[in-house]
Structures are given as structure tokens and as C-alpha cells.
């Protein structure tokens, strides 16, 4: 057990010594796929809403689309919400460039097959202006605000197929820009950062797959997702001191992710990522590919590493998880070439509260019980009281198909009995 946090230091050291090396071979490797820097890259406006609000997901190198039990889906995927093993709350701080930061809550839980949940960012960097002298005249912030509300429902759902699972978020964003100073007298305009100030409407749209493939272990859950979202589709506006007026447009997305989990202690998570713009196509940004592998060491600690190409422009991360009772807490070290032409390195935290599965398991495990209850008693011929026990089970779970197939089994085989008496009594009336 000591052992393991001894191998995880000396994993961050070497890491981050070999950050650079790394960062060069991958903007190589871009350019040898052919992701040269797009013309239009950072043509849109709210850029904040690219920006990983950190943690876990960002360790991950942000491929997310198809990760379904966390509750940063809000980012990827909104409709995770709706297969959440439990109620969540967590809480996001990403240490981003020049002094910047991003602060996100986010809150999420689901009853039966529907989800729901809400979201809270906010990016803000200081603002300082000064005079042709050199005076600092205005201390402000920029900001960019945004709430999300979700809302998803998994259907189909079943003990086999685990459903389609679809949902959406609604997302409102104010970009407030603080009031500046005129040039030649200095003194501040007021309202003149309202005329730059934006309000944007925008809709992420999201569907998801869960099934087995090539599964060794045993685990109700299935190993592999497929994940396919549109995020930030809508319009901003701007100019609400003057003339009200359509803003450039928003960073559009659309994201196609797997997560597969192959040993129960590794995920291995991928995704390809497209910018639109939805007011001139022919303006939209370029492709960016995003990798992640998660190790867990034990059960309350594993260690996450990420990649991502967007623009040949490099971005590494690693991340270590520690989970305390319902609490699970996330770091990341990020090395950017994204964001930056010279080398950048920021830090980002999360905490996760689990608040429990509303009886979710505690069902699940009656439900076991009256089907393996039921099954003991119809190999001792009891078909009667076996049916009794799997009819208790689907009561619980309408969906647990072994109980459905053990009855109509059972349905069938009295049936036969009862045909097979029936014939022997006119043979002997005979």
C-alpha cells in the first residue's frame, strides 16, 4: 500500500521532465496526420465554453463524449445524466493562462431512466487599463458566465441492451465587459463596456450506447460506450447599449467518443472533435483528436494521463484521483501548446460528493435474490412458487430479463407437463 504513492510521485516527476519532449513529438506526430493550424481557428466568440473546467476530465485529455459515470458530462455528453449510478455534486477550479481562472458547479441526479442537473461556469480574467503616461486608471474583471440546465432520458433500458440514452442541456452565457477609460481625459465611460458585452442562447444535444465487447470479467456494467454530441448550438447577441446586433458566432462542436474498459482497472477513452460555424461553414475550424488512459491502482486511487491534438498543437496532462469516503478528489498538471506559442503549465482541482443512488443497489440486490431464490426452487420442481419469486423480482425490475426468461421457461415446461398428464390419462381411458 505505501508503495503506491511513492510510484506515483516518481510517475509526476518523470513525466513532467520529459513534458517538453513529449509536447515536441506530438506536434511531429499533428503534423504528420496532416492537423496543420487552421486560418479560422479562434474565429468565434465565448471561447470560455472550450475552455475543461479541469479535473478528471481534463486529465482524460478532454476525450469525455462517451465517459458515463461522472458528472462533468455537462461539457461532453448531456445524456449521461440519465444513466448516473448516483446523485452528484462537484465542484471545479482551473488555474488557466495569464492569470486567468474557471470556476464550475455542477449538480446531477436521475429517477429511474430520467436524468436532470445543472450547471454553473465562470471564466474571468483581470482587466487593466492604463493611461498614454502609464497610470493604471481602471482595475476590473472580463468575464464569461454561463448555466446549463440538463435534462435526458435512457430508453429502451433492459438487464441486455442498456438502453439509447438521449438528452440536452439549455445553456445561457453573459459575457460582461468592464466599463473603460476615455484616452484623452481618463476617466471611465459609463456603460461603454456594455456595448461589447454579449448574451448568448444555446442548446448541447447529446446520445449514448452502452454494450459489451470482449468482456472477461464480470461486471453488470458494460465495458464499452459510444458517445456522439453537438454542443453550444446556437447564437449570441451584442451591442445592448446601442443597437442590438448578432455576435460573432459560437464555438459549435460536434464529437464522436468511445470509452472502453478492458481490464476492470483500465479506461482507455477517445475522441475526434470538429469547430463549426454555423453563420459561414466555410469559416469552421479544424479537427482535434483527444486520448485518455485511467490505471486504477486501488479503489480510492488511480492515475489518469490524456492527449490532445487540436491546430498540431500539442496538449499533455496527468492527474491522480484520491477517493475518502463519498468525497473523490481530482489534480491535474497540464502541459498546453493549444492555448499558447510558448510553453504553458497550469493546474486544475475537482471534488466529487457522491450522495447515494436513491435504493438503486439496495434493489438490485433484491431482485438477485428472488432470482436466485427462484431458481433454487425450480430445480427442487417447485415451478409454482418459483414463478412466485421471479414475478417478486420483476416487480422491482419490470426490465431484469433472466427472471422474464426463467418464467416464460417455467410457463412453458408446466404447460408441457400438464399436456404430457392430459395424454396419459386418454391412453388410459383407452
Known amino acids: 500500500m505505501k508503495k503506491i504513492p511513492a510510484f506515483s510521485a516518481i510517475f509526476l516527476l518523470s513525466f ?27 474565429s468565434t466568440s465565448f ?42 455534486v462537484a465542484i471545479w477550479h482551473n488555474a488557466w493562462i495569464a492569470d486567468s481562472a474557471l470556476e464550475t458547479l455542477a449538480a446531477s441526479a436521475r429517477s429511474g431512466n430520467l436524468g436532470y442537473g445543472a450547471q454553473v461556469k465562470c471564466f474571468y480574467v483581470p482587466f487593466s487599463e492604463y493611461d498614454l503616461y502609464g497610470e493604471r486608471v481602471n482595475g ?5 458566465t454561463s448555466l446549463a440546465l440538463n435534462l435526458s432520458y435512457n430508453f429502451f433500458a433492459g438487464y441486455y441492451f442498456k438502453g439509447l440514452a438521449v438528452g ?26 456594455l456595448s461589447q458585452s454579449a448574451l448568448a442562447l444555446m442548446g448541447d444535444f447529446g446520445a449514448l450506447l452502452r454494450f459489451n465487447v470482449l468482456k472477461k470479467f464480470q461486471d453488470r456494467n458494460p465495458n464499452l460506450s459510444v458517445g456522439l454530441s453537438v454542443n453550444s448550438l446556437g447564437a449570441a447577441l451584442t451591442g445592448f447599449s446601442k443597437k442590438i446586433e448578432l455576435d460573432d458566432a459560437l464555438p459549435t462542436r460536434v464529437s464522436f467518443g468511445v470509452s472502453w474498459r478492458f481490464l476492470p482497472p483500465i479506461l482507455f477513452c477517445a475522441e475526434f472533435r470538429k469547430e463549426l460555424n454555423i453563420l459561414s461553414f466555410s469559416e469552421s475550424g479544424g479537427w482535434s483528436v483527444g486520448a485518455g488512459l485511467e490505471i486504477s491502482a486501488t479503489k480510492f486511487f488511480c492515475v489518469d494521463t490524456g492527449f490532445l491534438i487540436q491546430g498540431a498543437s500539442p496538449r499533455v496532462s496527468l492527474g491522480g484521483s484520491v477517493e475518502l469516503a463519498r468525497a473523490k478528489i481530482c489534480a491535474c498538471y497540464t502541459f498546453d501548446l493549444t492555448s499558447s506559442a510558448n510553453p504553458v503549465n497550469h493546474m486544475s482541482l475537482s471534488a466529487r460528493l457522491r450522495l447515494g443512488d436513491r435504493g438503486r443497489a439496495k434493489i438490485r440486490e433484491l431482485v438477485d435474490m428472488y432470482y436466485v431464490s427462484g431458481l433454487k426452487l425450480y430445480a427442487k420442481g417447485n415451478l409454482e412458487e418459483a414463478v412466485h419469486q421471479w414475478d417478486l423480482a420483476l416487480a422491482l425490475d419490470r426490465h431484469f430479463d433472466p427472471a422474464l426468461e426463467a418464467k416464460e421457461a417455467a ?20
Open 168 to 193: 440536452a442541456n439549455a445553456r445561457a452565457a453573459w459575457r460582461n465587459f468592464p466599463d473603460y477609460a476615455d484616452n484623452k481625459t481618463g476617466e471611465i465611460i459609463s456603460g461603454s463596456g
Open 47 to 88: 471561447r470560455s465554453l472550450l475552455i475543461p473546467s479541469g479535473g478528471r476530465a481534463e486529465s482524460l485529455g478532454t476525450a469525455c463524449t462517451a465517459l458515463w459515470d461522472d458528472v462533468l458530462f455537462f461539457d461532453y455528453n448531456p445524456a449521461v445524466s440519465s444513466v448516473l449510478e448516483e446523485t452528484q
Open 16 to 42: 513532467c521532465a520529459h513534458a517538453l519532449d513529449l509536447a515536441s513529438a506530438a506536434s511531429d506526430f499533428a503534423d504528420s496526420l496532416g492537423l496543420s493550424i487552421s486560418s479560422n481557428e479562434g
Open 140 to 144: 476590473s474583471y472580463y468575464s464569461e
Open 411 to 430: 410457463l412453458r415446461f408446466a404447460k408441457a407437463k400438464e399436456n404430457i398428464l392430459d395424454m396419459q390419462k386418454l391412453d388410459v381411458s383407452r
